[in-house]
């Protein structure tokens, strides 16, 4: 696993420091719904038992593309507990690059914005992902850049609206964590991306 410790031009630190990898299931405390495990109409096979109850995190997901709603350029993930921006390697990069494209800087500086117009105290993860083709170290050495590079663009942003002081993680996972098939084109577009999450304050 790929450890960066930096410091924004901005004055938040970016580090990776053992935290929990891009999609961490969190139990949400809340009183579950009752359920009577002897009703009559409840189908179980013969010596099966209702596991514990528990809330589950609700997720909504809008898209946002050009092309199609099947190769969303950046997709936002909103549940209980988090907020995930993916935007699409393509979308920020050239090919095998981790220079950002000219439009790329827009996209960041307006995740920047949301952040700020939430208030954001948590740490905020940037973690960049790739598909299976060639050899999982340049995946990860690659993955990693490319989150240092939106990293850079979003901190800076960050500080020109004023909220300077975030904790920043900030990794490469190569192919690890595929959200999406890898032996398809379109399997592996949507694998390499980028992910900036974070955790809005309690309403």
């Keep these: 696993m790929l450890v960066l410790a930096a410091a924004t031009a901005a004055g938040g630190p970016a580090v990776a420091d053992g935290a929990p990898g891009p999609s961490p299931t969190v139990d949400t405390p809340s009183a579950p719904v009752s359920v ?4 009559p109409g409840l189908k179980l096979p013969p010596g099966a038992t209702l596991a514990p109850p528990k809330v589950l ?8 593309s050009s ?11 909103t549940s209980n507990s988090t907020v995930t921006y993916a935007l ?11 220079v950002l494209a000219p439009a790329a800087g827009g996209r960041i500086r307006a995740i920047a ?11 905020i993860r940037v973690f960049g992902f790739t598909d299976d083709l060639g050899s999982s170290e340049h995946g990860l050495v690659l993955s990693k850049q490319r989150a240092q590079a939106v ?6 942003e960050l500080g020109r609206l004023g909220d ?13 964590y595929p959200i999406a098939d890898n032996s398809t084109e379109s399997g592996r577009r949507q694998n390499r991306r ?10």
């Excluded at 009577?36 to 009703?39: F, G, L």
């Excluded at 092309?67 to 936002?76: D, N």
């Excluded at 300077?164 to 690890?176: I, K, L, M, P, W």
């Design 36 to 39: 009577n495990p002897t009703a």
């Design 57 to 64: 995190d609700i997720v909504s997901v809008s898209d946002e």
């Design 67 to 77: 092309v199609a709603a099947s190769q969303p350029e950046q997709r936002q993930e």
């Design 88 to 98: 699409q390697a393509e979308v920020l990069f050239g090919k095998d690059s981790a």
């Design 113 to 123: 914005a949301d952040i700020n117009a939430r208030h954001v105290t948590s740490p």
């Design 151 to 156: 990293y850079a663009i979003l901190a800076e």
């Design 164 to 176: 300077a002081s975030h904790t920043f993680q900030v990794r490469g996972y190569g192919e690890d």
């Design 194 to 203: 980028v992910e900036i999450t974070f955790t809005p304050p309690a309403a």
